[in-house]
C-alpha cells in the first residue's frame, strides 16, 4: 500500500511567519490533496494536484507537486491564527478502484 | 452542493453489540470510503468500494465489514463492537480520477463512536 509521511509531526509558529509542511510517498502519486481540520470538526479541501511540477494556491496557501510526483510541500505565507489545525495529506492511486489514503497529520499552532 | 450524509453524529454502544453507520452520497460517486480517525493517527483506511456490490479492505480491516447494495449508500458495520473501536469515524465519496473530474474527495461530518 501506498505510505505517505507527513513532516513535522508539530509546528508551533509566531503569527505573520512562513511555514512549510511536506509530504512524501513511497509510490508515485497519481492525485494528492491537502486537507485541514479543526478540533472537533469536520475536514476543510484545500487543493489537489495531479500533475508533476503543478503548483496551487488559495489566498495565502500554496501546495506543489515535484517533477517525479512522489514529494508534495504546503507552504504558508504570513501565517495567522486562523491557519491553526490539522493538516492532512491524501494519495489517490492510478486506477478508478484504487484506494485513497491519508499521512498522520501535521497539527499547525500559530500564537498571535 | 455535494452532500456525504452520515446517519448518526453520535453513538454509544456496549462491547458486543452490533453496530451500523449508515453513509449516502446524492453525486452520484462511483468511489466510497470508511476511514477512522484517531489522534496522532491521521485518517486509516478500513473498507472502501469503488462499485455497487464491490469491496476492498483498506489498512484496518479487522473487525469491520461493509455493505454497498446501492450507489449512493456504504455501510459500515460493525459485528461485535469493543472498546478499541471506539473513534471518530468519516465517510468519504468521489469520482475516480480523469475523464475531466476533479477527484475531489468529499467527506461526511463523521460519526463518533463510544463502546463501553
Known amino acids: 500500500s501506498q505510505e505517505l509521511e507527513q513532516s513535522p509531526q508539530s509546528l508551533i509558529v509566531q503569527e505573520g511567519k512562513n511555514l512549510t509542511i511536506n509530504c512524501t510517498s513511497s509510490k508515485t502519486l497519481y492525485g494528492l490533496y491537502w486537507y485541514k481540520q479543526k478540533y472537533g470538526e469536520g475536514l476543510i479541501f484545500l487543493m489537489m494536484l495531479q500533475k508533476g511540477g503543478e503548483e496551487k494556491s488559495h489566498e495565502k496557501i500554496t501546495a506543489k507537486l515535484d517533477e517525479k510526483k512522489q514529494q508534495s510541500s504546503l507552504h504558508i505565507t504570513a501565517s495567522q491564527p486562523s491557519h491553526a489545525g490539522i493538516y492532512l495529506c491524501g494519495a489517490d492511486g492510478e486506477t478508478s478502484g484504487s484506494r485513497l489514503t491519508f499521512g498522520e497529520g501535521t497539527q499547525l499552532t500559530v500564537n498571535p | 452542493d455535494v452532500k456525504v450524509t452520515q446517519s448518526s453524529r453520535y453513538l454509544v454502544k456496549r462491547t458486543g453489540e452490533k453496530v451500523f453507520l449508515e453513509c449516502v452520497q446524492d453525486?452520484?460517486?462511483?468511489?466510497m470510503f470508511w476511514y477512522r480517525q484517531d489522534p496522532g493517527l491521521g485518517l486509516r483506511l478500513i473498507y472502501f468500494?469503488?462499485?455497487?456490490?464491490?469491496?476492498e479492505k483498506g489498512d484496518i480491516p479487522e473487525g469491520y465489514s461493509v455493505s454497498r447494495e446501492k450507489k449512493e449508500r456504504f455501510s459500515l458495520i460493525l459485528e461485535s463492537a469493543s472498546t478499541n473501536q471506539t473513534s471518530m469515524y468519516l465517510c468519504a465519496s468521489k469520482t475516480p480520477l480523469g475523464g475531466g473530474s476533479s477527484g475531489e474527495l468529499f467527506f461526511g461530518e463523521g460519526s463518533r463512536l463510544t463502546v463501553l
Open positions: 468500494s469503488y462499485d455497487v456490490k464491490m469491496k
Open positions: 453525486m452520484d460517486h462511483e468511489n
